[in-house]
């Protein structure tokens, strides 16, 4: 460990910037609707980078729009990378994903005002289109830099609006030119909302955060034929909406009966052609089911099959099914973990370890390297909500644990590792 300490971090400066970059996209109530590579992510994409710059960062955007803040180290080699991601979901809050990027170039701003050289260099990351929320798979972005999604079918990746990724890139000006994976990281934390309750629940003040639970998102498309909904009897129908709902309950049932940390979601469901009194003919819906170990999730997988099959069978639809997106659980560096926790701990802050119930860039970089992430409670449990909020205090508590571990990891310029 270094005998020196990172100069204070500035949580207030943290949230300022992050009040600033939520009034790019900015919704009535609080909330930011910034989805990934339209002309709002573009803009908070811009301010991000003036303020890396500004802090004497070199930037460099990699061709699937990934963008990468280095300060330099006395020594060459791979960085200590701190990143997330600044793309939200159509009714988002300021703080996820956003809290990540910002608070890592805190970071740098506290070395740069504690003139304090680093052996390693560091890097701040925005990864694009983290949410998955316009483009599938979610992480894309991160995936790509670790090599788990060709360039090419990445850049031709269709979003929920029609547009083609890669021409949305050009549009905002972020397909960039530096080599794809040409950054190194010799470790990558990332800093984040826990976004569930149970840190505010149980009074925890930092989340130690073990992995990611795998995730399995599929999409169904369920047809049959539309018909007079009060002419039509009941026993002669072939209801597509009928059979969606059924579906949706049964998913619900899955996850309960499989309990524990199992759950299951439907969070798409559109009919055809949705109208009060006509049945439906198409019924478009979306399953996303996770769990932190393998062997269940591919259980309720199996579940969920065997559900759709009889559903089909009995309201006379037919079905085709498209998987979205699926990751298997990542369990994060041990050793690393336990620097997180054992650096809380010595800011006197109390811990939990746990795992994440979201996907994270974290579980991509987790491919390459040592990665951990660093949790802090969420108000009430919210996220993916106008109303999602952490209180400053929170925030300069994990900004401390951040900015310790990281000039540890990077090494004062003056001193071993």
């Known amino acids: ?44 994409r811009d301010l991000v980078v003036s303020w890396m710059r500004a802090a004497g960062l070199e930037v460099r955007i990699d061709p699937v ?56 260099p560091v890097t701040v990351a925005a990864f694009t289109n983290e949410e998955g929320a316009r483009f599938q798979p979610d992480m894309l972005g991160s995936l790509v830099h670790v090599g788990g999604l060709p360039l090419d079918e990445a850049l031709d990746t ?45 009074g925890i003040e930092i989340g130690v955060v073990e992995g990611v639970q795998g995730i399995s998102w599929t ?16 026993r002669l129908r ?21 309990g524990g940390d199992m759950v299951g979601t439907v969070g798409s469901l559109r009919l055809t052609p949705d109208l009060v009194n006509v049945v439906a003919a198409r019924a478009l819906m979306t399953v996303d089911l996770r769990h932190p170990d393998e062997a269940t999730l591919q259980l309720a997988e199996r579940q969920l099959r065997a559900l759709i099959d009889k ?47 979201a996907g994270h860039d974290a579980q991509m970089l987790a491919r390459t390297c040592p990665a951990a992430m660093i949790f802090v409670p969420s108000q009430n449990g919210l996220s993916h909500n106008v109303a999602e909020f952490t209180a400053p205090s929170d925030i300069a508590n994990g900004l401390t644990v951040l900015g310790r571990l990281a000039l540890e990891l990077a090494g004062h310029a003056n001193s071993p590792l």
């Open 219 to 234: 999409e169904i498309t369920l047809s049959g034929r539309s018909s007079h909904a009060g002419a039509t009897p009941m």
């Open 158 to 202: 269709v979003s929920i609006d029609g547009a083609r990724l890669g021409d949305e890139l050009t549009a905002i000006g972020y397909a960039g030119t530096a080599p794809l994976g040409g950054i190194k990281a010799a470790a990558y934390l990332e800093y984040h909302i826990e976004q569930g309750p149970v840190l505010e629940a149980d």
């Open 238 to 258: 072939h209801d597509a909406g009928l059979a969606a709902a059924r579906i949706a309950a049964g998913v619900a049932d899955i996850a309960r009966a499989i």
């Open 1 to 44: 460990m270094t005998s020196e300490v990172l100069p204070p971090v500035s949580g207030d400066r943290l949230v300022s910037r992050l009040k600033a970059l939520g009034d790019i996209g900015a919704l009535p109530g609080g909330g930011v609707s910034r989805l990934a590579l339209t002309a709002a992510d573009g803009q908070g």
């Open 311 to 357: 559903v089909v069978a009995e309201e006379k639809v037919t079905v085709s099914t498209r998987p979205l997106a699926r990751f298997e659980p990542v369990a994060f560096d041990k050793a690393l973990v336990s620097r997180v926790e054992a650096t809380a701990k010595a800011a006197g802050l109390s811990t939990r370890r746990m795992f994440s119930g």
């Open 65 to 120: 729009g990934n963008i990468f803040g280095t300060r330099a180290g006395t020594v060459s080699g791979p960085s200590v990378m701190i990143g997330s991601h600044i793309d939200t979901v159509a009714t988002g809050g300021l703080y996820d994903g956003n809290l990540g990027v910002l608070a890592g170039l805190e970071v740098i701003e506290a070395l740069n005002d504690g003139q304090i050289a680093t052996q390693k």
